[in-house]
């Protein structure tokens, strides 16, 4: 999968916006002004939130996901020649994840999903 198809995929989240908050070249896609998906400037991986810091375990250690580096370890980072199938789910799951999280206001102030 290309950095051009995560940022497809991250763009049609609702109300999903894009930045470069640290410049260089980042694609940070945020849901109520939360990260939920980061491309770092040599785009091999994207990095998403998980359950919890468990679950980053569990596909770190199947092999499914590296540590995300400088994020909070129930994040991972996912190369962008995995499936095309599971980066879309990883994605679409952090965002629904971090959604979730935000106050009710914010939530309802969003498109439906």
Same mark, same amino acid.
């Given at each position: 999968m290309s950095r051009e198809l995560v940022n497809e995929i991250c763009a049609a989240q609702p109300g999903a916006e894009w930045s470069d908050p640290w410049g260089g070249g980042h694609d940070c896609w945020k849901v109520g002004g939360k990260?939920? &998906?980061v491309t770092g400037v040599a785009g091999t991986h994207v990095s998403v939130k998980t359950d919890s810091a468990e679950m980053a375990r569990f #596909?770190?250690?199947?092999g499914v996901a590296e540590r995300a580096p400088y994020l909070h370890a129930s994040w991972v980072a996912l190369p962008l020649d995995s499936a095309p199938d599971e980066l879309a789910? +990883? /994605? +679409?799951h952090s965002? +629904? /994840?971090? +959604? %979730? &999280? #935000?106050? %009710?206001k914010l939530q309802a102030a969003l498109p439906p999903l």
């Open positions: 990260s939920f &998906a #596909l770190i250690e199947t789910h +990883r /994605i +679409r965002y +629904r /994840i971090v +959604r %979730k &999280a #935000l106050p %009710k």
